[in-house]
C-alpha cells in the first residue's frame, strides 16, 4: 500500500436501516473493535494492533521461503473472506499445504502473543473465476481449526443485503488496509491503512478505457483517491471497509489496478477495482454451508431453482450502463460477442470466427468454423 505523510422520508428511512444494521452488528459480535483509540484518522499510516482485527495475511509457502501475497478478513470463526487469484499460482491453484492465514498480526517480521497462524482446510473458489479474466474475483479459505478470537482478532460484519447497487456507496470513503509495496517500492513490515472514496463505475471506465475498457462489471466496485494513497501489489485480498453505526462492515474485496507501463507495480494515479461483495452474499451462504456467515440485515435465501445449461435471467445484459447518447462503437455494447482465433503449427492465425457467449462454459458459433478447422488437422 502506497502511502503519504418525499425526500424526508428516504433519509428517514436510510438513517433506519443504518441504525438496524449497526444494532444487529453489535449484538451479533462482528465489526466492532475490542481495542479503543483516541485517534483513528486515516491517511497511509501505521495502524496500532487491535485496529483492524478482522485483517488476515495469506501467506504462501515455497521450501523455506514464506511470502506475504494477499490480505483476507476474518468473517466467521473458520472462515477468511479473500480474492480467488490470492489462491493461485502460476502453476494454477495453491496446494493447501503451502498456504497460511495469520490473524492478528501487525507487523510481519514479529510474531508475539497476540497473533495467531491457521492452516487451510479447504478452499472454495467461486466457479465463474479463471485465470483468463478478473470476474468473481472471490473465495472462501476455510481453516482447519476454530479461530480463538480477543481483542487483537475478530470477525467483519458482511455488508446488510439490501441496497445491493453499486451506487448506494459513491461518494463514501472506506478503508483499505495491508501490508502491500509502498512508495520505496519494497512491502511494507508494517500493516497501513489508508482511505479510498468510492467512485461510480462509468467515471471509472472514463479514466483508463484501455485499462477497465474489457473488465468492468456490475459484480465490482471502484474506488481510489489517484493521490498516491491507495492498495497495491500485495494487498489484494484484503477488505473495503465500511462504518455505520460505529460497526464495520466488509463491502470490497481488493482485486486489481492498472500496472505502470512497462512495470509490473499497480499504479497510483489509477483507480482501484473491488469485488462488490454485497452481490455474492447468497453466493457466501451457500458456500458456506453450516449458515454461520449471516449479515445483520441478511434476509433469507431463496430457494434454489433448477437451471437448464443457459440461464436466460442473467444473459443479454450489459455489464456497465452506456452514456446512450454516445454513438462510437465499444467492446461494452455486445460483451457477450468474441472471436475465435486458430493457429496453426508456426503460431500464426489460420482462422477467425465470429462467437457468441452463451454460459460460463459455451460459445456458440457457426459448423463451418470448426469445420474447416478440423479439415486442416486432418490435412
Sequence with gaps: MKVSCGLGALVALAVLGSTIASVNGLRRGCGVRKVHYNNLILGGQKAPAGKWPWHAIIVHRAGDTVQAVCGGSIIDKYTILT?????????????????????????????????????????????????????????????????????????VCLWPSEPIS???????RGAVVGFGL????????????????????????????AAFGKHLARTMLCAGGRDGVGPCNGDSGGGLFLEIGGVWYVRGIVSFAPNLDGVLKC????????????????????????????????RKNKPATEQGMVNSAGCGKESVELVRERTDTNSFIFPWATTIEFLGI???????????LI???????????VQEVQENEQE
Design 346 to 356: 508456426d503460431y500464426r492465425r489460420q482462422n477467425e470466427c465470429l462467437a457468441y
Design 182 to 209: 509502498t512508495d520505496v517500492d519494497k512491502p511494507s513490515d508494517v500493516m497501513l491503512d489508508a482511505e479510498v472514496p468510492v467512485v461510480d463505475l462509468w467515471s471509472c471506465l472514463e479514466s483508463n478505457r
Design 267 to 298: 499504479d497510483f494515479t489509477q483507480y482501484t477495482v473491488f469485488t462488490d461483495v454485497a452481490k455474492y452474499l447468497d453466493w457466501i451462504a451457500e458456500a458456506d454451508g453450516n449458515g454461520t456467515l449471516v449479515s445483520p440485515m441478511r
Design 166 to 172: 453499486g451506487t448506494d456507496i459513491v461518494g463514501r
Design 359 to 369: 454460459t460460463e462454459w459455451h460459445l456458440l458459433t457457426s459448423a463451418t468454423c
Design 83 to 155: 480474492a480467488a487469484h490470492c489462491l493461485y499460482t502460476t502453476h494454477g491453484v495453491i496446494a493447501r499445504n503451502r498456504l497460511q492465514v495469520y490473524v492478528g498480526r501487525t507487523q510481519l517480521s514479529v510474531i508475539d502473543d497476540r497473533s495467531r497462524s491457521y492452516s487451510a482446510e479447504r478452499f472454495i473458489v467461486h466457479t465463474g473465476y479463471s485465470q483468463l479474466h478478473v470476474r468473481d474475483d472471490i473465495a472462501l479459505i476455510k481453516v482447519t481449526k476454530e479461530i480463538e478470537m480477543s481483542a487483537f482478532i475478530q470477525p
